[in-house]
């Protein structure tokens, strides 16, 4: 059998959808390259008219594929190794994105020699905008092939799997924190005159504008805000409210709370 570098997706749900379109959209992969599994394919109709290899047949997906992203959620992990261990090979690099699910206990689960990659994503990665964490237990040159293909889809950042949880929390979960954010700023534009969409609009914009200034510059976010807040001015006056109002305090305290959520959860 021939191995063209194929990716096989399985369980292609919220994320691995949003994986398999960023890996489309910047050119990595043709969708013919790209197998997308689940159970019920009829939700997956509009990929396979897009040239996709829809099925649910995970064992076929893995034979043919070079790279396996597991991306199903914690409990269905269990059945879908079962399925697929039997046709594991040496040269396979599974990339797996499930919550909680350490790579020693995975490999514990697949008892194989496969090369394991435990990647933290979100979901911009479906526009090549992912902050995507990267833990391994040592496959380097399986991370030499998944880091690249990551890195085409946002930033990546190696880091011990141990802070993997933290990872979650503040990389993906971090995706639902800013979109609240940028809710109440639009709810905020809309009460000051603004219709939705306008508001809406200046909100993400400005959001994206603050989130490009600090990486451009590398800077302190302090530093950009002392930009922007004159002595006496309309600026210090409503970020001195928000925190005597807690915000940075609700939002550590949010994000801890997540955490330790997610210290509690048992794969
Ligand atoms: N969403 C995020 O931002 C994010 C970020 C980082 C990590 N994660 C992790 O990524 C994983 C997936 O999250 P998600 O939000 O994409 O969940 P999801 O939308 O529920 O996707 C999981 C998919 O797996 C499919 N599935 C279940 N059993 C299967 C099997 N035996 N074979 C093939 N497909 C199977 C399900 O479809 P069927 O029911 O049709 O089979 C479903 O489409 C989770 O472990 C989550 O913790 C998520």
Not at 116 to 134: D, E, F, Y
């Amino acid at each position: 059998m021939t191995i063209v570098n194929k990716i096989a997706i399985l369980g292609a749900g919220n994320l691995g959808i949003s994986i398999a379109t960023g890996i489309v959209e910047k050119k990595l992969k043709l969708p013919s390259d790209i197998f997308l599994t689940r159970r019920h394919t009829g939700l997956l109709d509009k990929y396979r008219d897009l040239g996709y290899g829809v099925s649910s047949d995970n064992k076929k997906a893995v034979e043919q594929s070079e790279i396996i992203f597991l991306c199903v959620q914690p409990k269905q992990i269990d059945a879908l190794i079962e399925v697929i261990k039997p046709v594991l090979r040496k040269d396979h690099i599974l990339v797996s994105v499930i919550t909680g699910v350490s790579l020693d206990l995975l490999r514990e689960k697949i008892s194989g020699v496969v090369q394991l990659i435990r990647a933290m994503p979100n979901t911009a990665v479906a526009i090549g905008q992912s902050m995507t964490c990267l833990a391994t237990l040592g496959a380097d040159t399986a991370l030499e092939k998944v880091d690249p293909l990551f890195q085409t889809l946002g930033l990546t950042l190696l880091i011990e799997e141990r802070l993997m949880q933290a990872a979650t929390v503040l990389g993906a979960s971090g995706i639902a924190f800013f979109m609240r954010y940028l809710r109440a700023a639009t709810q905020a534009g809309v009460q000051m005159g603004f219709d939705t969409e306008e508001a809406q609009k200046i909100a993400v914009q400005t959001a994206k504008g603050a989130a490009s200034l600090i990486l451009a510059h590398n800077s302190h976010p302090e530093v950009e805000i002392d930009k922007v807040t004159t002595p006496q001015g309309c600026t210090i006056e409503g970020l001195n409210e928000m925190e005597h109002q807690g915000f940075s305090s609700s939002l550590i305290k949010g994000v801890m709370t997540s955490f330790n959520k997610i210290n509690q959860m048992k794969s």
